[in-house]
């Protein structure tokens, strides 16, 4: 008795094991027979069932031959249909075998099966099985099984359904191609699809430059005789007469040069040199500020270059010290505060006017 007792306990611990082999190797059996009636001649190409699908056929006592065939996924889930009805294994009610036809056209895609309780048929068309909880395990109680669970990928390969015919994947467009034939379909133009953003930045260009051309009209009457205050600078000593970061000295100057330099910038350059005009570097002024967004900066970088010609130009007519070095700090200065270069040539500018002013007024009373 104790012998038999030894032999029932390892039978008991070995079968689940071997069931779990025989699981997960590929099953590739006999053809269907029994309630399969007759046998079915198949492709190469030998696949696997799930696990779970590969268990309840070993518990249904229906078996798959091991190709993707319409007359072999018919005879075995005809098999899993019968001995679910009949109760002859593990069925609760619809559920196995709902699972396991979804399961089963996951596996064979290229044969489209659909069941139903009377009938199981091949669409013969790619089918994408729908997402049904399966078992995830025999011992555990249905009430606590994932109801989410998906069935196992499986990465069918291109089966026959028939000798001789092969089904190829479907050759779905990309996202790329999906958007571009949509786009032409519509048959929407790139104005209509920009149209709205075309208008509000026309708009916004056209306020940005009246209200620049405005303040430039009013400046313009009063800035020859407006007596600026630059403050008191360093003997000329070849350079400027005020640094680069002295703008605080002069409020005027300073406020004027910050936040309208559109304004003061066009100013210094029409009294230092004449040309260009005050209104000629307005509206280059208005077109830098209003496209240099559309450039991507590209016009801002082409300003500062001009900025610095023109600081060049004003060091030649000042007479000046003029090297490399310096061209190359005016370059900097330009680039990383453009509004303190602006305020120093501002500055230089007046005190030499206002000197001038003194010298002529002087030279009349001596007369």
């Known amino acids: 008795m104790q012998l038999l007792g030894s032999v029932t306990c390892l039978s008991m611990v070995l079968i689940p094991v071997v069931g779990l082999n025989v699981v997960q190797n590929p099953l590739v059996v006999a053809p269907v027979t029994g309630a399969l ?20 056929s070993s518990d249904c006592n229906c078996r798959f031959e091991g190709y993707c065939t319409c007359e072999g996924a018919r005879a075995f889930m005809s098999c899993i249909r019968d001995a679910c009805s ?33 009938e199981v048929s091949c669409m013969k ?38 000798p001789g015919v092969t089904v190829q ?14 786009s032409s379909q519509s048959g929407v133009s790139w104005w209509e699809a920009h149209r709205s953003l075309l208008v509000w930045w026309t708009l916004s260009a056209a306020v940005h430059s009246l209200i620049i051309l405005a303040f430039a009209f009013v400046y313009n009457r009063y800035r020859i005789t407006l007596a600026f205050k630059p403050g008191k600078g360093a003997h000329d000593q070849g350079k400027f007469r005020f640094g680069l970061f002295d703008c605080f000295n002069s409020s005027q100057l300073c406020l004027l040069g910050c936040c309208c330099p559109c304004l003061r910038w066009p100013d210094t350059v029409d009294k230092v040199m004449r040309w260009p005009s005050y209104w000629l570097l307005v509206a280059v002024m208005i077109l830098e500020s209003v496209f240099d967004g559309l ?13 610095c010609y023109m600081r060049q130009r004003m060091r030649s007519k000042y007479q000046m010290e003029n090297t490399s070095g310096i061209m190359v700090l005016d370059l900097l200065a330009w680039c990383c505060c453009t509004p303190c270069a602006i305020v120093q040539e501002a500055r230089h500018c007046e005190l030499q006017r206002n000197g001038v002013k003194k010298h002529k007024v002087t030279g009349s009373g001596d007369v």
Not at 141 to 157: H, M
Not at 169 to 182: C, E, G, H, V, Y
């Open 37 to 56: 009636g007759h046998n079915v001649s198949a492709p190469d190409g030998i696949v696997s069932l799930p696990m779970d699908l590969a268990r309840m």
């Open 86 to 118: 009949q109760s002859s294994c593990d069925c609760d009610r619809s559920y196995h075998f709902d699972n396991a036809c979804n399961h089963l056209a996951g596996t064979c895609p290229s044969l489209g099966l659909q069941c139903s309780t009377t």
């Open 125 to 162: 068309r790619t089918y994408v099985p729908q997402s049904v909880p399966f078992n995830t395990s025999r011992d555990q109680p249905r009430e606590a099984r994932p109801a989410n669970r998906a069935p196992n990928p499986v990465q069918p390969s291109p089966v026959q359904s028939t």
């Open 169 to 182: 994947p479907i050759d779905r467009p990309s996202l790329r191609d999906r958007a571009l034939q949509t």
């Open 295 to 307: 450039c991507h900066g590209l016009l801002g970088l082409l300003f500062v270059l001009f900025g």
